[in-house]
């Protein structure tokens, strides 16, 4: 090939390269373009998302129905708040953990009760609770607590009703009570308290409809948790006095984390009826432990029913969890009632308090694995150790106090006077009501595990001091004797 030949030819291919490296290019140019392109649709699209979801965690609900004080039914507030009520609703579930719960026991309906389904007694599980409450109407009729959808119904038909005459006060903790005090006291909730108080139950119990509802934990304009129980409000200033916090008003004073505990101390608590008027009264004059308490009922003389078989005039503690739960270790770390008991959940991009208030060992992941990392299995097992050293702890005492009883009896029927038993009675109100603060409280010790065994211990040793009481009294039959005959 001649020289011209070899220059014309590469002239005619460096053209052909320059057009394809152009080529290449553009399309890596538009290949970019529509990846940055890709990009910042994507972008928009998440920061668009995410805008979104901001505006819908500020505005949690839609107003679908306008509520006010006076919107007393839980179902018109479900409307605007529909997965709060969803899982409020699911507090029928009757689900039994090891020690607390309930399972569903089928019974005939009748004319006095058209419950078909109730809990399992306690006194058919331990008869030994039938001699501690000998004579009061709880060794008639005592069951498994359930969830709070059977909190009305349960009290209504319980067959306590039918052997005692049981005042309006304890419509307070098993009813939403705000809309009848309200209606009571002509807009004045602690007036309409009172009135209630006063009422007989059936009277009284025609004045609610809803077992605890919406409106006796939050405010129905800005959903704000408050206290509705005029009892609770006076008996926490109480405890704040004791503290160096003076006039304290629960509503105005309590911070949000305490109120998450409070809404649910309304009623989780030790109470009396104070009076002829049969005021519910929280006895916290003198602080929250178990001695305190009892210390105040010493002082105010009170008594809850006479002892049938020995004359010992009684006490009998009523669900103090709350109580208990302020000598535990999660209060003083900061945890409510309801970070356990309510705990957070997801939902879509909301996060809410559930509403299905049930033991946390039925929520493990959502109620204790956000602060413990153990295994669901690990902390269960330590929960359930707890309870069981408890149990049988409380078995011991049970023990105690029962074989005190009997040495009374025993000494009574030999002939021993009321002075010579004097100091056995007196031992039994207090094994009594120290065995029934933790007998009657609905954690098996969890809330507070070293105070449940210390005032089991306590219990224990008041049932001995009683029996020691009883070496010294002289009658003509020997109580050796007596007990060998039982």
């Keep these: 090939m001649s020289e011209e030949n070899k220059d014309n030819t590469v002239e005619n291919e460096e053209p052909k ?7 290449f290019s553009a399309k890596v140019l538009a290949v970019v373009a529509f990846a940055a392109f890709a ?25 679908v129905v306008e509520l006010t004080d006076d ?10 708040f529909p997965l709060q009520y969803d899982s409020y609703l699911r507090t029928v579930d009757q689900v039994r953990t090891r020690f607390g719960g309930s399972e569903a026991v089928h019974k005939a309906p009748t004319n006095a009760d058209p419950r078909s389904i109730v809990a399992q007694s306690r006194l058919e599980e331990d008869p030994r609770l039938k001699t501690m409450w000998d004579g009061y109407a709880f060794a008639v009729d005592f069951r498994e607590e359930r969830g709070h959808a059977y909190m009305l119904e349960d009290q209504t038909f319980t067959e306590r009703q039918a052997v005692t005459q049981q005042p309006g006060t304890c419509i307070n903790c098993h009813a939403s009570a705000y809309e009848a005090y309200k209606k009571l006291g002509q807009g004045d909730i602690v007036q309409g308290f009172h009135a209630l108080n006063k009422m007989p139950y059936q009277e009284a119990r025609k004045e609610v409809t ?15 948790l408050r206290v509705t129980r005029p009892a609770f409000m006076e008996g926490i200033k109480l405890v704040k006095a004791s503290q160096g916090v003076a006039n ?15 809404v649910c101390g309304q009623c989780h608590v030790e109470y009396y009826f104070k009076g002829p008027e049969k005021t519910l009264t929280y006895p916290w004059h003198k602080g929250m432990k178990v001695e305190n308490i009892l210390e105040y009922y010493e002082e105010a003389k009170h008594k809850d029913w006479t002892h049938a078989q020995t004359g010992a005039e009684a006490l009998k503690a009523q669900h103090p969890e709350f109580e208990m739960y302020n000598q535990g270790i999660h209060a003083r770390a900061g945890v409510s009632c309801a970070d356990c008991h309510m705990p957070y959940e997801r939902q879509g991009a909301m996060k809410i308090s559930s509403h299905h208030v049930r033991s946390p060992l039925l929520s493990i992941n959502t109620s204790c694995q ?12 330590r929960v359930e150790t707890i309870q069981e050293r408890t149990y049988k702890l409380r078995g011991l005492a049970m023990d105690a106090l029962v074989q005190l009883i009997e040495d009374i009896v025993a000494a009574k029927n030999a002939g021993a006077s009321d002075a010579d038993l004097a100091a056995a009675r007196e031992n039994q109100r207090k094994a009594q009501f120290f065995l029934d603060f933790v007998e009657a409280e609905n954690s098996m010790g969890f809330h507070a595990p070293q105070e449940a065994t210390r005032i089991l211990g306590e219990s224990i040793n008041f049932s001995r001091l009683g029996q020691v009481s009883l070496r010294s009294v002289k009658v003509t039959t020997n109580l050796a004797a007596l007990r060998a005959s039982r």
């Design 17 to 23: 390269t320059e057009k394809r490296g152009w080529a």
């Design 39 to 63: 990009i910042s649709i994507l972008g928009l699209a998440l920061l668009t998302n995410i805008f979104e979801r901001k505006q819908e965690a500020r505005n949690p609900f839609f107003r």
């Design 71 to 80: 919107t007393h039914d839980p179902a018109v507030w479900g409307k605007n």
């Design 210 to 224: 809803h077992p605890v509802a919406c409106i006796d934990c939050h405010d129905s304009q800005t959903m704000a």
């Design 248 to 262: 304290f008003d629960v509503n105005r004073d309590a911070t949000r984390q305490e109120m998450r505990s409070f």
């Design 370 to 381: 956000t602060c413990h990392k153990g295994t669901g299995e690990e902390l269960k097992f």
